[in-house]
């Protein structure tokens, strides 16, 4: 029995043309006004920006008596630092980088474990920056797909927090076809390790078998994924993650990376 699927989740996305510029015609210069001194940046910031801790963990040290610009010891949470400031966290001198952020598609046979030396995903995309990126969430070597990585530690500890609502969206390989009364039961809700895993959609792909499912849900646990089928007695043979808060592997194959446009990093940035 075929279930009826409005929707292809799994077709390249449309892209509308940039909108066109029109010039403004000109007017009388003015005399700029006198330029105002740099009001700096919010102490808890810059020290989320070197990648020590988020700014909310931030709060909590300044307040400590943990950070020190200048040389002297700063409790005030909305401190601004200017430009030639320096900054001690615990005594180390901070250093904000430039925030980067990678996409990859991740083959099989790599892991987003840093234990796993030879098999880390970080070597696929270690050339992509001298920063020092980190996965965001885990991945294990059977699953493939989207595995984004950065140094931003804010958008690290967002994505990772359980009460994150993002849709993630993955293609389900079983090794039988999944009966459409089994569909169902995921659809309405099934208890895995006592906890109840709520599904935003699940359905054939449309002119594959049976066995490839189509499954969007919230958690970031992957492992509830594999969990769902397994309880009700299937093995899932492949896992491939192919959204992950609006990104899209649309273009990128497999094993290649690349780097986020900035209307993509603030649409991660504003998604909740």
Not at 117 to 146: C, F, I, Q, W
Request: charged letters at 30%.
């Amino acid at each position: 029995m075929n279930r009826p699927n409005n929707k292809n989740k799994f077709s390249k996305p449309a892209f509308s043309k940039d909108a066109k510029r029109f010039s403004k015609p000109a007017t009388p210069k003015k005399s700029a006004p006198a330029k105002a001194k740099d009001d700096g940046v919010r102490l808890n910031k810059y020290i989320s920006n070197s990648g020590v801790c988020s700014r909310r963990d931030a709060d909590l040290y300044i307040s400590s008596g943990n950070v020190t610009v200048n040389g002297k010891i700063v409790t005030e949470l909305g401190f601004k630092v200017q430009p030639n400031d320096k900054v001690y966290f615990d005594g180390v001198l901070l250093n904000p980088e430039k925030k980067v952020y990678v996409l990859l598609n991740k083959p099989k046979g790599f892991s987003s474990t840093e234990d796993d030396r030879e098999t880390n995903a970080y070597h696929l995309v270690r050339n992509a920056s001298t920063a020092k990126l980190k996965p965001v969430g885990r991945m294990d070597k059977t699953t493939v797909g989207l595995l984004l990585y950065t140094n931003d530690n804010e958008i690290i500890q967002k994505f990772t927090n359980a009460a994150q609502h993002s849709p993630k969206l993955y293609q389900v390989s079983l090794d039988k076809n999944l009966k459409f009364e089994d569909l169902e039961k995921i659809e309405k809700g099934m208890y895995v390790n006592d906890h109840r895993v709520w599904v935003d959609e699940i359905s054939y792909i449309n002119n594959q078998p049976k066995s490839e499912v189509g499954i969007q849900l919230k958690t970031s646990n992957i492992k509830v994924v594999r969990a769902l089928f397994e309880k009700l007695g299937y093995d899932v043979i492949k896992l491939d993650r192919v959204a992950f808060a609006g990104l899209t592997k649309w273009g990128l194959t497999r094993g290649q990376w690349r780097f986020l446009t900035e209307q993509e990093i603030i649409n991660l940035k504003n998604c909740r």
